[in-house]
């Protein structure tokens, strides 16, 4: 068992204020200030283990819903660490609870206000000039983003030699997608067990 | 369901509770990221916006800080029910899928590093680029009525792919170059259909 991680109130703010203050700076998905979260949480504090950091990143991407779900897992884990892990029991598991409410509060208040308040702004202005060329002008922009973060996901198994049926399992999903109706989650299935019996 | 509903009337959230609802189905299914599920859903399925309103919406969505798929469910939830809508929207999003990550890690916390958990993961990978990339190349149609013309779009298109994802320039510096370009150029062609007579003012 880990040494029982102390956490005064002051840390708790703490925690609070670096998810808060990297909340505005992640344009692209929090996951672009994951190097700061590990520079703060793992090699400052030491309040995550290297472990605990990268697995809270993985399994967020493996399970559904958004990515940033990967900053409620740190949260999650030095709430755990606070208490005595799953071991501690009710005291652990309301640590950890606090940890997921601070962490998650942190990253989405600043940036959700910012876009609520911006949006609502623009919606009222939608007619004005400015308004109708921002949305225009970065419409093709943005679809090459998409394309890119595709290729750059893609290109992140950079071993043409074994990992090129996962290039033909992606080429694939988007023929199938684009062209078809089939529902994705077939999808994810069939390239989760192509992985797990280690085809792909 | 037709292929290409393009024609048909659109709909609208029925209540917060839809909203709340609808984000809730759409998160659940989006494994490896939500983007794909929701283009498909929301334009296709349920028919609330319009591909040239989704990528107008993704543009904004995606260049304000923050996630960028709750960035449009705040906005659209935001737009039919206000701040309480936005709320829906955001707690649909996030509510099931965090009960379900949580889970998860109590569950398999240790599993991650088992061979096959790996080799999934590396599937699962595979098939979302896939999907991201298929969302883009749908949404390409989109463009058809960009006051740019398709032209000029697609060579904006191609100078942001060439910055991001050929030369891995930061991203910054790729949407101020060619946003900076496309944001005059449109201007300017509305400027110049606004002056038309019989032209939008």
Redesign the interface.
């Known amino acids: 068992m880990n040494p029982v991680l102390q956490l005064t109130p002051a840390d708790w703010l703490d925690l609070f204020k670096h998810f808060a203050s990297l909340?505005?700076?992640?344009?692209?998905?929090?996951i672009t200030a994951a190097p700061e979260m590990h520079r703060y949480l793992v090699d400052e504090t030491a309040w995550l283990s290297e472990a605990q950091f990268t697995?809270?990143i993985?399994?967020?991407?493996?399970?559904?819903?958004?990515?940033?779900?990967f900053v409620?897992?740190m949260g999650?884990?030095v709430g755990m660490n606070a208490g005595a892990g799953?071991g501690g029991g009710w005291v652990s598991v309301g640590l950890a609870s606090l940890g997921?409410v601070i962490s998650?509060v942190g990253i989405?208040l600043?940036?959700?206000i910012?876009?609520?308040t911006?949006?609502?702004w623009?919606?009222q202005h939608r007619d004005k000039?400015?308004i109708?060329?921002?949305?225009?002008?970065?419409?093709?922009?943005?679809?090459?983003?998409?394309?890119?973060?595709?290729?750059?996901?893609?290109l992140s198994?950079n071993q043409p030699a074994s990992d090129w049926p996962?290039?033909v399992?992606?080429?694939?999903?988007?023929?199938?997608?684009?062209r078809t109706?089939v529902h994705?989650?077939w999808?994810?299935g069939?390239?989760?067990?192509?992985?797990?019996?280690?085809w792909? | 369901m037709p292929l290409m509903p393009e024609n048909q009337p659109l709909h609208q959230p029925r209540s917060k509770t839809d909203l709340f609802v609808s984000f809730t189905i759409l998160a659940l299914q989006g494994f490896g990221g939500v983007l794909a599920v929701v283009q498909r859903e929301l334009v296709e399925k349920k028919r609330w916006m319009t591909r040239e309103q989704f990528v107008e919406d993704w543009a904004v969505a995606q260049i304000m800080p923050g996630p960028n798929v709750i960035n449009l469910a705040l906005m659209i939830g935001g737009r039919y029910f206000g701040m309480a809508g936005a709320l829906a929207g955001i707690a649909g999003m996030l509510a099931a899928p965090m009960v379900v990550v949580l889970l998860l890690a109590v569950a398999f916390g240790g599993v991650s590093d088992a061979a096959w958990a790996q080799g999934a993961l590396r599937g699962m990978g595979a098939v979302s680029a896939g999907l991201i990339a298929a969302v883009g190349l749908k949404l390409i149609s989109a463009l058809r009525n960009n006051p740019m013309g398709m032209p000029m779009c697609i060579g904006l298109a191609s100078a942001s792919f060439s910055g991001v994802g050929l030369l891995r320039w930061p991203l910054v510096y790729v949407l101020l170059g060619t946003g900076l370009v496309a944001c005059s150029w449109a201007y300017w062609q509305l400027a110049k259909q606004a002056a038309l007579p019989g032209g939008r003012a």
């Open positions: 909340s505005l700076l992640a344009v692209g998905g929090a697995s809270s993985a399994l967020a991407q493996a399970a559904p819903g958004p990515n940033i779900l409620a897992l999650f884990n799953l997921v998650m989405m600043p940036s959700s910012l876009t609520y911006a949006t609502r623009a919606h000039l400015g109708r060329a921002f949305k225009s002008g970065m419409a093709p922009i943005v679809i090459a983003l998409l394309l890119s973060t595709s290729w750059l996901l893609t198994h996962l290039y399992l992606t080429a694939l999903t988007t023929l199938v997608v684009w109706q994705m989650l999808l994810i069939l390239g989760a067990l192509l992985g797990a019996l280690g792909v």
